[in-house]
């Protein structure tokens, strides 16, 4: 009988990341482990009081759970109160839940909220927001609060206080919010982003920011996003390639073809050239149906079942993953390959262990390079060139 609740409860913590991993995943979770240059300790109060030093860039180190989710920490407020968020490529908008959610409201509920009664920066706004009005959607309205990172605060930040969250797949994440780290058209909100909001007040020098990501296991340092500054140590710079952005939307990039070679046979994909979004807010490949269709059958991928949880995943043997072949995908000429060590998601709770392919279809033309490339491949955002710097991770 325990045992049962035990492996019930091992079914459900995976299914659980699996959701989470399917839909809202990519991470920062600021830690003290390894915060950039210099050493820091308990200075909560102590830089509520700080004005902004000269020091234009922020670091946030990342940290994942069950190589499912990557997070970072902001604190929001006054006095500031921790918030984990998700830095979300594909998304425009700043969104925490709000104190105002109801009783019943389990995805608020069960996360860290914001109360402006209890802040002493809150202005008022009120904008109402909504993605319409079924149970999926995300509604709520608008606030300005301060946000301090690590050294930096930005001031009378507009964000969205979610009144209503649907509770797959947000109920079920460790984090609590989204920054939305797309292009300024992204926005739903009439505001300045988080991003326009730090170059407005002058806290950053360039532009930009970049991430690198690390899946291995065997370390708890999960990657980290720089913000204002490229962090090439992290990247090795010989392999460096900058790509020109696509219509200033989302970060999408021109990607010249797929590549799988198994058993001395090429498989080409996207082979007249694609349109490829760079997407940290999953850990899967997404593409075109027929296509993905081919390379899950080339991985000996099996179809995995949960209709309930809508995923189109697919499961690899466990036992066999790392001899599947390596993936190349090219970009400006040049070769980005992915090894199955990294690219295969591996989930494990208690005795139950599960293994994905990463590749997820889609009913669009584009692909979407989420987690499963990005934990090779160190990546840099501009948004005034409107480009993308791509390098090999240097970890
Ligand atoms: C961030 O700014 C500080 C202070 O100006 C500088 O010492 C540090 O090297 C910068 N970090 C990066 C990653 O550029
Ligand atoms: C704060 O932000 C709002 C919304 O962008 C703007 O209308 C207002 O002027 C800003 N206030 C200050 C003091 O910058
Ligand atoms: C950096 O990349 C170049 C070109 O691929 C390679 O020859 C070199 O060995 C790499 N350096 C390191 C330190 O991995």
């Known amino acids: 009988m325990a045992r049962n609740i035990c492996f019930c409860a091992a079914i459900t913590a995976v299914l659980i990341s699996l959701c989470i991993a399917a839909t809202l995943d990519i991470p920062i ?67 925490i839940p709000s104190a105002h959610c109801g009783l019943f409201e389990i995805a608020c509920m069960t996360h860290t909220r914001y109360d402006s009664s209890r802040s002493s920066s809150y202005q008022e706004d009120g904008t109402i927001f909504s993605t319409g009005d079924t149970a999926n959607d995300l509604q709520g309205f608008v ?23 649907p509770w797959i797949p947000y109920g079920l994440s460790k984090a609590d919010g989204i920054i939305g780290l797309g292009f300024p058209d992204l926005r739903h909100i009439k505001a300045p982003s988080f991003f326009t909001n730090m170059l407005k007040q002058k806290l950053i020098n360039k532009p930009m920011f970049s991430f690198y990501f690390n899946r291995d ?57 694609c349109e490829a979004l760079l997407d940290s807010s999953t850990n899967t490949i997404v593409g075109p149906r027929d296509e993905i269709q081919l390379i899950n059958d080339l991985l000996g991928a099996r179809s995995f079942v949960p209709a309930i949880f809508k995923m189109d995943r697919y499961m690899v043997n466990c ?17 980005f390959t992915i090894n199955s060590k990294y690219y295969v998601q591996h989930l494990t709770y208690e005795s139950l262990e599960i293994c994905l392919s ?33 390098g090999k991770t240097k970890f």
């Not at 066999?320 to 970009?331: D, G, M, T």
């Open 143 to 165: 606030s300005r609060d301060k946000f301090r990172l690590d050294h930096l605060t930005i001031e009378n930040q507009s964000f969205i206080e979610m009144t209503h969250i």
């Open 319 to 335: 036992r066999e993953f790392a001899k599947l072949p390596p993936i190349n995908f090219v970009i400006a000429e040049k070769t």
């Open 217 to 273: 296991a065997t370390t708890e340092r999960a990657g980290r996003l720089v913000l204002g500054a490229p962090d090439r140590k992290h990247v090795n710079e010989s392999t460096l390639v900058t790509v020109p952005v696509i219509g200033k939307l989302y970060w999408k990039i021109k990607m010249d073809r797929m590549v799988i070679d198994v058993r001395d046979k090429s498989h080409p994909f996207c082979k007249d050239g």
């Open 29 to 95: 979770y600021r830690q003290h482990l390894i915060v950039g240059d210099e050493t820091r300790g308990k200075s909560i109060k102590a830089s509520e009081t700080k004005p902004n030093p000269v020091w234009h860039n922020d670091t946030i180190p990342l940290q994942k759970f069950m190589d499912a989710e990557y997070f970072g920490i902001i604190r929001i407020g006054s006095p500031a109160k921790n918030f984990k968020m998700v830095f979300n490529t594909m998304w425009g908008d700043t969104w």
């Open 358 to 390: 990463p590749f997820v279809p889609s009913d669009e033309k584009f692909w979407q390079l989420g987690g499963a490339f990005l934990m090779e491949f160190y990546t840099e955002y501009n948004f005034d060139h409107g480009q993308v710097t791509i």
